[in-house]
């Protein structure tokens, strides 16, 4: 449902508003493609490192994720959360049921897409290493604090131009370290993409 519902607020198009002339690279862990849903990437980078599509399945018999098989979005009308036996995907190869390509162990499939993103992001990190550069970070929890928010901290320590903001409902918080290149604002993200909006306009 996650996956294949509309966005709900306006948030990626304010988010999209305050970057699209700049040079930006999105790097998340939202498995729900927001962005790409709401051709809002065109311009950008895009990778998902931590987790991967809830629209694809895979199984540890294949190489890469299957694309997407139509008998997910048969699963969409149903209230109950259950699905028919005879829906679930099996793997043309082993004959296992399928399941989504997640990371939830050591058998996510990393296909030739997934490597060539992250390929792009480090390219991108690197022609900025020495430039002004601002992290900021948007709701990142305590799940995968490995995949976005450790790795900014160490950036922004190491590196001397760079800023790190920090919008999180819950959790909006900068190590003393780089407490001094920090801003960290605990707030809905949605509330205070707007009011830039409105104090940019």
């Not at 996650?2 to 040079?23: E, F, W």
């Not at 729900?32 to 629209?55: C, E, N, P, V, W």
């Not at 036996?85 to 099996?90: A, G, Q, Y």
């Not at 049921?97 to 993103?117: C, F, Q, S, Y």
Request: proline residues 6%; positive net charge; contains cysteine.
């Amino acid at each position: 449902m996650n996956r294949y519902q509309n966005t709900p607020k306006n948030v990626y198009y304010d988010l999209y508003n305050l970057v699209r002339d700049k040079d930006y690279f999105v790097l998340t862990t939202n498995v729900d493609h927001f962005f790409k849903k709401q051709g809002l990437i065109s311009t950008g980078y895009f990778i998902h490192r931590a987790t991967m599509d809830y629209g694809n399945v895979q199984s540890p018999a294949t190489i890469k994720p299957m694309i997407t098989n139509p008998s997910l979005k048969k699963w969409l009308p149903n209230k109950k959360m259950r699905i028919p036996s005879e829906l679930v995907p099996h793997c043309p190869v082993c004959g296992a049921p399928m399941a989504m390509n997640l990371r939830t162990d050591n058998t996510l499939v990393e296909d030739k897409g997934w490597h060539r993103a992250a390929g792009r992001y480090q390219t991108f990190i690197s022609r900025h290493k020495d430039l002004k550069i601002v992290y900021l970070e948007l709701g990142v929890g305590g799940n995968t604090p490995g995949i976005i928010k450790y790795p900014f901290w160490r950036m922004i320590h190491e590196w001397k131009n760079a800023e790190y903001i920090c919008i999180n409902a819950k959790e909006s918080y900068a190590p003393e370290e780089i407490r001094d290149s920090s801003i960290c604002i605990q707030a809905d993200i949605g509330e205070v993409l707007q009011q830039f909006m409105d104090s940019d306009s």
